[in-house]
């Protein structure tokens, strides 16, 4: 199968993208409006817990 190396050269190829780009995802920061939204339901929620 002389067609074989060339295409597991590709498929590792797109696998080391993969794990590059997936490992970039991981590391971006949180976007400080998606913060700002978590603070406001943990405050929400404190207020539940209190009235409870």
């Known amino acids: 199968m002389p067609d074989s190396e ?3 050269k590709l498929r590792q190829q ?8 997936y490992q970039e995802a991981l590391e ?8 700002d939204l ?4 943990r405050d929400k929620d404190k207020l539940r817990e209190a009235k409870s």
């Open 6 to 8: 060339p295409k597991a």
């Open 38 to 41: 978590l603070l406001k339901l």
């Open 14 to 21: 797109i696998d080391q993208n993969l794990k590059r780009v």
């Open 28 to 35: 971006e920061d949180v976007p400080d409006r998606f913060k």
